[in-house]
Structures are given as structure tokens and as C-alpha cells.
């Protein structure tokens, strides 16, 4: 092989490899958060989540991107390692997807065969990808074309190798050196050594495939442990994720590699024994790119219908390889696992995930602080304190999160969702803020043991039923994107700044007939700003949601238009609102 020849072989690799890159990435990115979803809540059961696991690694073309997002999904706690097990077999099973893919290179000829030949469609899969990139609009069809790119770049760089590795078929000192690896243990050795430091089987079975096609000397013998080899080596990827992770997830790791090392031995095992036997006749026949394929399926489901009776023995292995140390008390779940920003789309739906959980607590404290002003109690009032840190601990989370995800390439749906979350979690922390202002003035009406009088603790009430339902309304809008539901949070936000000033006009006359104290006072004025602040901030989580649904930019120029337009079903709403909510005589 000459220096022209070797230099094309490696640069047919870096543009294979890129494919891939590209090729995974992008198909990641199309399917969005639905990744996460589906890996979140089917996998209850044990075969759905085999099924599960083949299906959306043969989507991502990469077991690796699976198995790290297992290690992420248990490190959250989002998923029990139990859960994980199947999807893992089923990783093993969906990554052989790629393989048959490469195999399309071996098809020559003329008829149907060429028709399905990589130099047939690949060119014009790659013109049509070109087109759709740049000159669409669309984010979704410009992810299509970077699909359809990735494919082209994967099987362009499959060709060049192929053209290189050809003046290798009649090279003895390559046929010399291949035969070493019929040795099984060699050829376990060396697959997944070249696996690890490539980090990614779908790679080293595509140079195995290559060699196949074009040289001739790849044989059964020799093909079969280099691929069982090449699947331990995929195990080093969630190794190196696990790293710094809980027990838990360290576990999932653990598994992945126990079920490709015991998988590998068993095999070999019987079949070398059966080889012995009957002596196979086929052992040193030599096999192409669609034999590569069948050897790597074949293994992958064996290995996976060995283990599915076996999944709590395994569980068990794993944890007695990572052990819990006497008395250890185990460490507080982080909420947002890094690990999952390799993958955009499933950590802005996790992210999303433990913004819901955050909203849903920052309703439950304001609820909390409301029905304190009626009815202190002191340990309510240090659990709503306990809920406003653990709210900030979210926003702090969550915020980071954030940031660090935007530096990815995102498409304009999840730039959206980014730009929602970043701006309603700000106002979720001020509205636990103003929970604990309420209770505080609860707290302190109890400690002094003053009451308002009767006619003020109904329109108080009131004013708390107002913002219990402007409460609701934005929380629900927010955590089912309804935009409906969203447009009907102004008009109540109005009311409620009415009854603000109607409720301070009356306490001025109240203090005037004497019937009221200034010390009262000062502590409804307090919860009065906050009753209005909480509904301000009610406002922003709705008019976040549909400005970015609508495309619409400056909240106040938004909220102008609303009303100009809108000005007529905009009033009526609010007069429905103060009919609702109407003050006392």
C-alpha cells in the first residue's frame, strides 16, 4: 500500500466517522424530546423496553448515545436500573441497523441490484439533502437534509475506504497478518480495542465490512470474535459517562459491559465446542459486508434472549460490583443530569420535566401562604420556607442547565421551549418569594394576635380566591402550553389591580371611621402588594407562552396590541372577571 493509497484510506475513515457524527446528530435532533418520553414511559415492561431500546437506536444509529442517556436517565432518577436493562439488551440489537446499512455497498451489477447500489442513490440522496440545508426554511426540513447529508457522507466515506483497501486483495502480507486473528481471543482483543478508541462499533464494523468487500481475506474464523470484540469495546463510552455518577448509574454501565462480556463468552464458548464437534465447513469461507451484518445480528439476539430470563441475576451482579457500604446513607439525586446535553432534544425535555416539577411545588407553597392568612400554623409556615429554598435550588438548576444547552445546535421548536423555560422560572422563584412575604404577615397578625375586621377578611377573601384562579390558570397554560387558557390570564390580572386599589380605598375610609388601625394596616398593604405581584408575575409566565407561540416580541408592545385589537372580547372577559369577583357592599 503506497502513501497516495494509505492516505485515502484514512481519509475515506474521517469523512465515514463524520457521517456518522452527522448522521446521529441529526437524527437525534428530529426526533426531538419524544427520545426521552419514550424511554421515560415505556419501560415498565421488560420486552417493551428490548423493543424500545432496538427502536431508537436504530433511529440514532448509535447504542453509545442510548446507553448514555440510560446513564443520565438513572443518575436523575427518572429511571430505575431495572427499567434500563431491557433497553439496553435492546440498544445491542438496534445498533446491528447499521451494519445492514453499510452492507448496501457490497450490492453491484445491474437491474434492481444497482438500483439499490450506494453510488446510485447516494449522490442524488446528498443533492436533495444539499438543497433542503440551504435553501428551506423550514428547521424541520433543514434537519431532514442533514440527515439525508450524514447518510451521503457515511456512504461516500464507505466508498473511498472501499477504493483504498481494494490494492490490499492480493497484498500476502496483509492475508499473512489477518490469519492471526483467527486465534479468538486475539480477535476479541484487537475489535475491541479498535471499538474503544474509535468510540463507536458502527465505525470499526464499517472498516471490518470494508476489509470484507475488497480484500478477500476476512473470513468466518476471523470475523466472528473481532466482532464480539467490537461490541465489548462499544461498553467503553458508558464507562467513561458513568464516571462521577451515583451508584445507580455506574450500575447501568456495569451491566452494559457485563452483557456484552458474558454474551461474548458464552457464544464463543459453544460455538468453538460445536466447531470442535462437527468441524463447520463454512469457518474458512470468506464472508462480505452482508455476512458481517448476519454474524452481528445473529449474536446480538442470541445474546439478548440468554439474558431476558436472567435480567435480576444481572441486576444483582451489578450491584454486587458496585456495592452500598454499611450504613451509607445514600446522596441527594442531582435533577439535571449533564451527561444528557450530548443529546439536545432529551435534555431540554428533562429540563422541561423538572421545570413542571418546580412550577407544580411553587403552586402548592403560594396555596400554602394564602390559606395561612386565614389559618396560621407555624409548621406550615416553615414548610413554606423549606419549599421557597428548595424553589430557588430549582432555579439555580434549571438556569444553568439552560445556559449550557443553549450553546448547542438547536432547532427553532427547542430554542423555543428554551426561551420559555429561562424566563418563567425567574418568575416562578418571585412568586415562592411572595409566598413567604404572605406568610410572614400572617405570621406576624398571629404573633400580635390582631384580626381584621369582618367586612375586610371577606373582601380579603376575595381577593385570594382572584388570585388562587390567576394562579391555576398560568400554572396549567404553562404546563400544557395552552395558549387558550394563557389569553385568559391578563384579563383576570386586570381585575385583581382593581380590586388592589378598591381594597386600599376602603381601608383608608375604614381608618377614617375608625373601624381599622394603622398597625392592621401596614399588614394589608403587604398583602395586598403581594397578591398583586403574585398576579403580575401569573401575567408573565402567560404572556411568555404566547409570545413564543405567536412569534411575538417586546411583552409590552404585545400587551398594547392585545388590548387594541382584542379591545372588545378583552373587556368582556374582564367584566365577566369583576362580576366573579365582586366586593361587598
Not at 427520545?35 to 448509535?62: D, H, P, R
Not at 462499533?201 to 466482532?227: D, E, K
Not at 376575595?462 to 384562579?469: C, L, N, P, S, Y
Request: with cysteine.
Amino acid at each position: 500500500m503506497t502513501v497516495k493509497d494509505l492516505l485515502a484510506m484514512l481519509g475515506g475513515l474521517a469523512v465515514f466517522m463524520f457521517g456518522m457524527h452527522t448522521l446521529s446528530g441529526a437524527l437525534e435532533k428530529f426526533a426531538g424530546g419524544k427520545l426521552e418520553n419514550w424511554l421515560e414511559k415505556m419501560t415498565s415492561n421488560l420486552l417493551k423496553g428490548v423493543a424500545l431500546g432496538a427502536g431508537v437506536t436504530a433511529m440514532i444509529q448509535s447504542s453509545a448515545a442510548t446507553t448514555v442517556m440510560l446513564v443520565g436517565f438513572v443518575n436523575s432518577g427518572i429511571m430505575k436500573l431495572s427499567q434500563a436493562i431491557g433497553v439496553i439488551m435492546g440498544a445491542n440489537i438496534g445498533t446491528t441497523a447499521t451494519g445492514w446499512i453499510l452492507s448496501l455497498t457490497a450490492l453491484e451489477g445491474s437491474g434492481i441490484a444497482a438500483v439499490f447500489s450506494p453510488t446510485t442513490f447516494t449522490p442524488v440522496l446528498a443533492i436533495i439533502g444539499v438543497v433542503l440545508a440551504m435553501f428551506t426554511k423550514s428547521d424541520r426540513k433543514k434537519t431532514f437534509g442533514t440527515i439525508l447529508i450524514g447518510f451521503s457522507l457515511l456512504m461516500f466515506g464507505m466508498n473511498t475506504m472501499s477504493g483504498a483497501a481494494s490494492v490490499l486483495q492480493d497484498n500476502e502480507q496483509f492475508r499473512e497478518f489477518m490469519v492471526m486473528f483467527t486465534n479468538p481471543f486475539l480477535g476479541v482483543l484487537v475489535g475491541a480495542l479498535l471499538t474503544a478508541v474509535l468510540q463507536s462499533s458502527s465505525v470499526s464494523i464499517g472498516i471490518l465490512q470494508t476489509l470484507s468487500n475488497q480484500t478477500g481475506t476476512i473470513t468466518y474464523s476471523i470475523a466472528l470474535p473481532i466482532i464480539l470484540g467490537q461490541n465489548i469495546g462499544s461498553c467503553v463510552t458508558a464507562l467513561i459517562s458513568a464516571i462521577g455518577a451515583n451508584k445507580s448509574a455506574k450500575r447501568v454501565a456495569i451491566v452494559h459491559l457485563y452483557f456484552n462480556v458474558i454474551g461474548t463468552l458464552v457464544f464463543l464458548s459453544l460455538f468453538y465446542l460445536i466447531n470442535a464437534l462437527v468441524d463447520l465447513p463454512f469457518m474458512e469461507q470468506q464472508l462480505n459486508s452482508v455476512g458481517i451484518a448476519v454474524i452481528h445480528t445473529a449474536f446480538n439476539l442470541t445474546a439478548t434472549l440468554l439474558f431476558l430470563p436472567f435480567t435480576k441475576q444481572l441486576e444483582k451482579l451489578a450491584c454486587l460490583t458496585i456495592r452500598d457500604k454499611p450504613g451509607e446513607e445514600s446522596l441527594e439525586v442531582p435533577m439535571l443530569d449533564k451527561r444528557l446535553l450530548n443529546t439536545p432534544s432529551v435534555a431540554i425535555e428533562q429540563c422541561r420535566n423538572v421545570a413542571y416539577k418546580m412550577a407544580a411545588l411553587t403552586k402548592k407553597t403560594l396555596l400554602m401562604s394564602l390559606d395561612a392568612v386565614t389559618n396560621y400554623d407555624a409548621k406550615i409556615a416553615q414548610d413554606i420556607i423549606d419549599n421557597e429554598n428548595a424553589i430557588d435550588l430549582y432555579e439555580d438548576n434549571i438556569g444553568s442547565y439552560i445556559l449550557k444547552i443553549s450553546s448547542k445546535d438547536l432547532s427553532v421548536n427547542d430554542s423555543q421551549v428554551v426561551s420559555n423555560l429561562l424566563h418563567t422560572i425567574g418568575d416562578l422563584e418571585r412568586i415562592s418569594d411572595h409566598a413567604v412575604n404572605i406568610v410572614e404577615a400572617a405570621e406576624e397578625m398571629h404573633t400580635k394576635k390582631v384580626r381584621f375586621s369582618k367586612s375586610a377578611e371577606k373582601e380579603v377573601g376575595i381577593m385570594i380566591r382572584a388570585v388562587t384562579e390567576i394562579l391555576d390558570m398560568s400554572i396549567k397554560a404553562f404546563m400544557t402550553s395552552d395558549v387558550a387558557l394563557a389569553k385568559e390570564v391578563e384579563p383576570l390580572e386586570d381585575v385583581i389591580d382593581g380590586l388592589r386599589a378598591e381594597l386600599k380605598n376602603r381601608h383608608v375610609q375604614r381608618l377614617r371611621d375608625g373601624l381599622c388601625t394603622i398597625e392592621l394596616g401596614f399588614i394589608l398593604q403587604d398583602l395586598l402588594t403581594n397578591f398583586e405581584r403574585v398576579s403580575d408575575h401569573c401575567s408573565n409566565i402567560a404572556v411568555c407562552l404566547i409570545q413564543i407561540k405567536e412569534n411575538s416580541l417586546d411583552t409590552h408592545e404585545y400587551m398594547n396590541e392585545l388590548k387594541r385589537l382584542e379591545k372588545s372580547e378583552f373587556m368582556d372577559e374582564v367584566n365577566l372577571y369583576k362580576s366573579k369577583y365582586v366586593l361587598p357592599e
